[in-house]
Structures are given as C-alpha cells and as structure tokens.
C-alpha cells in the first residue's frame, strides 16, 4: 500500500520533504513502523515517535487504509 | 479560545478571552524564549504546529483540566515562526472560581501541552542548530 505520510519537526528532515509516499509492507500503524524504521534508520534514534492517522495519536494495531492522514510525530517541544 | 499564530500573541487579548464575571482569579502563564541553552548562546527559536491537530490536542488537555477543576474561563494561544530571546512563545490564561485551583489548572494546562500537543521548536545557535528533545 501506498501511503502519504505528513512529517514535521525532526522527522522532516528525515524523511526529506513536508510530505513523502511510502510504499508500506502490511496494514497497521505497527507494519508502517516496521517499514519506516527499514527505510529512515534515523528514525529509531529519536526520544519517541508517535504516527497520527486522522489527527489522532494512533496505536500500533490500528489498520490503514490509503484514504488516512498519517503524521508523524517525532518529541514535541512546544511551549 | 485556542489559537496557533504566526502573529505576536497579544496577552491582553488572552487574559481577556478567559475571563467571566464569575471567576475569583484568573492565572496567565506566560512563556518566553530562554537567550541560552546549557550555556550555549540562542539566536533564535522557530516553532511549527501541526495545526489542526494541535488545536485538537490542547482542547483535550482543557477537557481533562475541566473534569478536575471548575474552569469558568479559559483561553490558550502558541506562537509558531521564527522568535527571538525574550519573545512571547504561549500564554495560558485560566479563570477559576478562587485562586488554589487556578494556579493547579494552569500548571497542569502549561504541563500537558509541552507533553501531548504537536507542536516544535528548533533552537539556532551561533555555531548550528537543533530539534529540541528530538535526541536522548
């Protein structure tokens, strides 16, 4: 499945541009953590990283389909 | 009000927005951009917001302050763009019936936020730059 995938803060320079597409292996959040990780290694660096589908803080057994907003969310820092 | 601006926050305008007649106290946290990090010298800060998520976000921390306080105003606006040392990053602005539970709501407001809400800084240094909280 091919997916967009909104990025910011740390995450952005990353993966390279405000938004990517991702050719992901599996359904879930946790199988594009899976894909993720494979692709962006520095990813695994980070203090955290949250996906967002929706808006929404999603967790790893949520299923996705190519119609979602996906975000990622590296360490917030606001304030 | 929640608001997310590229414009100087206004802290008149937020005090303004939380408050009703039927508060005993209104407490404002107002957060500003620190000119040093460990020592190093800070030229600038930039902020961005995921925005409709981070206005999302941050009603839920006002829900769950609700169900712990009486809140009888309550108003927050952040900052995004480039800032410098001294400018006005957040204001909370929260209106309680007496002044105990104002200082705990907003504490707690103020709290969460830097926890939940999608919202980045990158601090500029004279020799470089960083994500901040991005790396251990």
């Known amino acids: 499945m091919i997916l967009k995938i909104k990025t910011f803060g740390i995450s952005r320079d990353i993966l390279g541009g ?3 597409e991702l050719d992901m292996n599996g ?3 946790g199988d594009l953590r899976k894909s993720l990780s494979l692709r962006y290694p520095q990813l695994d660096k980070l203090n955290s990283l949250f996906i967002a589908v929706n808006q929404e803080y999603a967790e790893d057994e949520k299923v996705l389909s190519d119609k979602d907003e996906i975000a990622l969310i590296p360490p917030v820092s606001g304030g | 009000m929640i608001e997310i601006t590229e414009q100087p926050i206004e802290v008149q305008k ?5 408050s009703l007649k039927e508060a005993g106290a209104i407490n404002t946290f107002i957060g500003t951009v620190r000119n040093q990090t460990s020592g190093k010298k800070v030229t600038k800060l930039e902020y961005e917001a995921y925005e409709p998520m981070a ?15 009486i809140l009888t ?4 606006s952040h900052r995004v ?6 400018e006005i990053a957040v204001v909370v602005a929260v209106a309680t019936p007496h002044r105990k539970e104002s ?3 907003c504490q707690f407001i103020i709290d969460s936020l830097k926890q939940t809400v999608p919202i980045w800084k990158k601090e500029f240094f004279e020799d470089g730059d960083q994500w ?3 790396h251990p």
Do not use: N
Not at chain 2, 14 to 18: E, G, P, R, T
Not at chain 2, 73 to 76: F, H, K, L, R, V
């Open chain 1, 18 to 20: 405000r938004v990517v």
């Open chain 1, 27 to 29: 359904t879930s959040v």
């Open chain 2, 14 to 18: 937020v005090i303004d927005a939380a």
């Open chain 2, 55 to 69: 206005v999302s976000e941050i009603q839920k921390v006002i829900d769950r302050a609700s169900q712990q306080w």
């Open chain 2, 73 to 76: 105003g309550w108003a927050i």
């Open chain 2, 81 to 86: 763009g480039t800032l410098l040392p001294g």
């Open chain 2, 103 to 105: 200082f705990a709501a």
């Open chain 2, 132 to 134: 901040v909280s991005a």
